[in-house]
């Protein structure tokens, strides 16, 4: 469909009615005719009001707008980033060896029978029964059945989000990681947006700050259908410990909601107190599906791997299986992972694998505390750093934002404000570990010379 200007569209609208483009009728401009077409590419198709809704850009677009807006004003600046949580450090090579070998296996008539084609929309047997051994068969019930191997845990949200269908009642820790708020306005659980407080209606913000050990009074979520909750937290860095995981299960079971509980940076866990699965929690069967993914553990963030556990105890109101309508959505909204990713799966869960990926983590593991060490050196007071990949620090009330760009400004440095994670995030910026060990050393030398207290 076209927009048009009146004048034109009559005449056009002849034209096309009464001839094809090759039979030109009499009204037909000549060549050199001036006409005033306005081809705006216009559809009959109303927007989707829910995607009208949503505030500014996705969190990361945003910045990395007002950082290319810095790199045309300052053309020789060295920008380093410890903005997006985007990993850094190549694959381990036992990891890449089996991807290889799976992308090879394929060039051949018995490797593509194995593993070519579709496959399983679950994902390969092996991988989801190693994921079992590795993450759950210590401390958990959870069988292989109750996996589901996906392209990761962003796209297992949204698809969670499908499942539940619109108009539900969502909780979020606030500050959380985006896509949970996003999703959830474009699948329509939102009625509208308060400016002045910065929230979406319908959706209940779970206050995380310092004050409660960033846990949320769930109060707050008593009459959510769902909750978000992700240990440790994206920004915050904050772990859940066991005893705050019980009262969350104990909450949801007691009210009804379900938890989706977000894991994907469980691995960062080093408190023994912080459980790193919810389903070491008795009764979170019945209230919890688990996401997962090898993006930070494995810098799988561009190959695409995670998974999602729906046990089988969880169940919708009229006493029907969610895992079953899970494994219906994933049949119709998904083909399985790549089968080259889930080679690389496989291999990170090897005995070799398993070693290169704590080496990697540990090393992110050990910028996160230079980066935490620089700040509380420099007098701030800062979070997180020790269970997860992200420093949390405090600004002292100040306009996220502004503090954003003050130190893009003075150290060409990419942070990620806090309030881009939620109102309460406001007053706090996050550092992220995902960097090179000697762009860290830069940038910690840059901050400690711009930002002495
Ligand atoms: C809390 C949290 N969950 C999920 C994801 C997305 O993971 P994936 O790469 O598996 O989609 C991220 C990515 O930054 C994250 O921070």
Redesign the pocket.
């Known amino acids: 469909m076209f927009s048009m200007t009146t004048s034109t569209s009559s005449l056009l609208g002849k034209q096309l009615s009464s001839s094809s483009s090759k039979h030109l009728t009499k009204e037909q401009p000549k060549r050199h005719d001036k006409i005033n077409v306005k081809v705006a590419a216009m559809s009959n198709v109303s927007r989707n009001p829910n995607m009208a809704q949503l505030r500014a850009g996705y969190l990361f677009p945003e910045i990395a707008r007002i950082r290319n807006a810095h790199l045309e004003k300052n053309p020789d600046a060295k920008i380093i980033s410890l903005g997006i ?1 985007d990993t850094t450090e190549p694959i381990p090579a036992p990891i890449v060896s089996g991807m290889a070998n799976a992308a090879l296996a394929l060039g051949t008539v018995a490797g593509y029978e194995k593993t070519g084609g579709y496959g399983s929309e679950a994902g390969q047997q092996p991988l989801r029964d190693l994921i079992v051994k590795r993450f759950y068969s210590e401390k958990t019930k959870i069988n292989a059945s109750e996996i589901f191997v996906s392209d ?4 297992d949200i949204s698809r969670m989000q499908q499942m539940f269908g619109p108009g539900r009642k969502v909780a979020v820790q606030d500050p959380a ?1 985006p ?1 949970y708020v996003d999703s959830s306005v474009i699948n329509g659980h939102c009625t509208g947006y308060d400016e002045k407080t910065k929230r979406y209606e319908n959706i209940v913000y779970m206050e995380c700050v310092p004050g409660n050990d960033f846990f949320p009074n769930l109060e707050a979520a008593k009459d959510a259908d769902i909750i978000f909750f ?1 240990s440790p937290n ?1 920004p915050t860095g904050a772990a859940a410990t066991r005893a705050q995981c019980k009262e969350l299960v104990d909450f949801a079971n007691k009210n009804g909601q379900i938890v989706i509980y ?1 894991a ?2 469980a691995f960062y866990i080093e408190n023994p107190d912080c459980p790193k699965t919810i389903y070491e929690i008795e009764g979170s069967e019945t209230c919890c599906i688990e996401s997962c ?1 090898f ?1 930070k553990y494995a810098g799988f ?1 561009g190959l695409r791997l ?1 998974w999602t556990v729906v046990p089988e105890a969880l169940k919708f109101a009229d006493g029907s299986s969610v895992r079953f309508d899970w494994n219906r959505c994933m049949c119709t909204a998904f083909n399985g992972a790549s089968n080259v990713a889930q080679g690389g799966g496989l291999a990170a869960l090897s005995d070799e694998g398993w070693k290169s990926m704590q080496e990697t983590v540990g090393f992110y593991k050990e910028n996160a505390k230079m980066l935490k060490k620089t700040f509380e050196e420099l007098g701030f007071k800062v979070y997180g750093a020790v269970d997860a990949p992200y420093v949390w620090v405090d600004f002292d009330g100040r306009d996220s934002w502004e503090v954003f760009t003050e130190i893009l400004t003075k150290t060409d440095i990419v942070t990620t404000p806090g309030a881009g994670f939620g109102p309460t995030g406001d007053g706090f910026v996050r550092m992220s570990a995902f960097c090179h060990r000697d762009n860290l050393e830069t940038a910690i030398e840059r901050l400690k010379k711009e930002f002495a207290k």
Do not use: I
């Open positions: 949580g990761g845990s962003k796209c990681y896509a992700c994206n977000d994907a940076y993914s993006s963030t995670g």
